[in-house]
């Protein structure tokens, strides 16, 4: 096979994984299609092929399905003992680490985010929650009831089973560690389908967990389209649970697929999640923080403060302070050292995200910066801000998952009122509040409907902090203690005595 020109920055080990034959891991094997069918992955910053990978289909997913089934009923890894169990995650998190460089280039060659970033926060955070939910492992119990003398009840926390896994392509590692790391501590077996436009760092991951020694069958990783692999992997009556992360659209089909075994659900959806400046705020934190909030990852995070609310006592300053860092972001190339902002992931979403500033600017929207396509080729939007928008415009209701943000002011001081316009969502993701008074600080975060609130920052993630969303935001917690309550069952054992 020709090797595919990938980038000439990269190191020769990256490019030497880029022009592979690409396998998909099913029961401990790398594996082909059943179909022999595969698909191409694009480079965002320049729009070329980079690699082709297997295209998995409903026979694909069947025979995932059934290895972690076996693996689960009758295998290894749920009758492990929990800390043998734990030492597997933490040997995976450590060989992450020894490749971290390595999966940084990948990811930012794959999806587009610069290399830098993916350094200090992808690679990071993902092997700092393999290792958080290694200890995990050895720390799930159960409790006693003592109701009665005359019974003896307890309850054992178990795992869930075999569970589907559908993820995105925002933060490709990332996305698939938050979803692999709880499963495996708690004692599942896990088919996970990955994101179509960003393969390739769960496909190293493939290697890396047959290299840690997980049995075979505990993990098994897919490459495929939404329908045809996602679907069929929702829909399949072996699997117990399914667990999904991506647009609040598809996040309704999972649910309708899930119906026919009434699978386990836990959702995380879409945001539209507000950052709310006072006027005693610190600005020379707020400005910075806002537009981080927005602007981090190219936009396309779906807890981005994407509806900036500012006080009309500062509004111009902050304005001004936003759309100065917006002009100066260095937009470019993943892989090039100096760039800070990336391409979008894919034409689809460069389509969607221009698609959208164009829809407010018709219905009256003003653009402070930004705007328009950056450069001419590859999927690069300048960094934007958008004002006069209002409540009904589709750019302030509907997710854009992009580089841009719609700001607007408030005048009022009555912080229920403040805190009803940015309720005014169907989302329910996070939120963060710009103040130095303790206590609006606090009242706010009680008043804002939503799985997340910042207090005088916006974006910050550990793994210890269960992350998720109020109303069509989703089902469940991801990360911290809670999201073991995914991946387990309860069983109350009374014994009469
Ligand atoms: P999507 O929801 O279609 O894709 C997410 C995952 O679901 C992918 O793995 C995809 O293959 C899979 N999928 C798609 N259709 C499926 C189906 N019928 N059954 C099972 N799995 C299916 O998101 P897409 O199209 O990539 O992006 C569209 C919009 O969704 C974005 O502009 C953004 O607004 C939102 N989104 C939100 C994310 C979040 O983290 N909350 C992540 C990605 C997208
Ligand atoms: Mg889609």
């Known amino acids: 096979m020709a090797t595919i020109p990938v980038d000439s920055r990269v190191n ?48 694909d997913v069947d025979r995932a399905v059934t290895a972690a089934r076996r693996a689960f009923d009758s295998g290894p890894w749920s009758r492990m003992s929990p800390s043998q169990r734990g030492q597997l995650i933490w040997k995976l998190a450590d060989l992450l680490e020894a490749n971290l460089d390595e999966f940084a280039e990948i990811e ?16 990071p955070l993902s092997i700092d929650m ?27 926390r178990e795992p869930i089973g075999v569970v589907g896994q559908i993820i995105p392509w925002n933060f490709p590692l990332l996305m698939a560690v938050w979803k692999l790391a709880p499963a495996l501590a708690a004692g599942c077996c896990v088919v996970l389908k990955v994101a179509e436009q960003t393969p390739m760092t769960a496909l190293r991951l493939a290697e890396l967990i047959e290299q840690a020694g997980f049995p075979a069958g505990v993990v098994n990783i897919l490459t ?3 329908e045809g692999a996602g679907a069929p992997l929702a829909e399949h009556p072996l699997v117990d649970k399914v667990a999904f992360t991506g647009s609040t659209e598809v996040g309704k089909l999972i649910v309708k697929a899930s119906a026919g075994n009434l699978k386990k659900v836990s959702l995380e959806l879409g945001g539209k999640s507000p950052a709310i400046i006072f006027p005693d705020a610190d600005l020379e934190r707020a400005i910075p ?28 300053k902050v304005l001004q302070g936003v759309s100065d860092i917006a002009g100066g972001i260095r937009v470019g190339a993943g892989i090039d050292p100096k760039t800070e902002m990336g391409p979008l992931v894919s034409e689809e979403q460069f389509d969607r995200v221009t698609g959208f500033i164009d829809s407010g600017v018709r219905e009256g929207a003003r653009v402070a910066v930004g705007g328009k396509r950056h450069g001419n080729r590859g999927y690069f939007v300048q960094p934007t801000v958008l004002t006069h928008t209002k409540p ?7 997710e854009i998952f992009g580089p841009v943000v719609c700001a607007e002011s408030f005048s009022d001081s009555d912080l229920d009122r403040v805190a009803r316009e940015a309720n005014n969502t169907i989302y329910g993701l996070a939120a963060s509040v710009w103040t130095r008074d303790l206590s609006t600080a606090h009242k706010m975060a009680r008043l804002i409907r939503s799985g997340t609130v910042w207090i005088n920052c916006h974006n910050v993630f550990d793994a210890s902090l269960p992350f998720g969303g109020y109303k069509q935001s989703g089902w469940g917690r991801e990360m911290g203690e809670e999201v073991l309550h995914n991946y387990t069952e309860l069983k109350a054992v009374t014994a009469a005595l």
């Open 108 to 123: 930012s060659l794959d999806n587009g985010k610069p290399f830098s970033v993916a350094r200090v926060a992808d690679l």
């Open 224 to 226: 495929g389209y939404g």
């Open 289 to 316: 923080g806002t537009a981080s909030a927005i602007f981090f990852n190219q936009g396309q995070c779906c807890c981005a403060g994407s509806r900036l609310f500012v006080h009309e006592s500062v509004y111009d």
């Open 130 to 156: 393999f290792r958080y939910m290694a200890g995990w492992a050895t720390k799930i119990t159960g409790s006693t009831l003592p109701f009665s003398d005359a019974f003896h009840s307890y309850t054992l």
């Open 12 to 59: 020769s080990k990256t490019a030497e994984f880029f022009s592979r034959q690409h396998r998909m891991l099913i029961d401990g094997r790398f594996v082909p299609a059943a179909s022999g069918k595969t698909f191409p992955v694009y480079n965002p910053a320049t729009g070329e092929e980079v690699a082709r990978v297997p295209e998995a289909e409903a026979e």
């Open 392 to 398: 009904e415009m589709k750019v302030v209701r509907e």
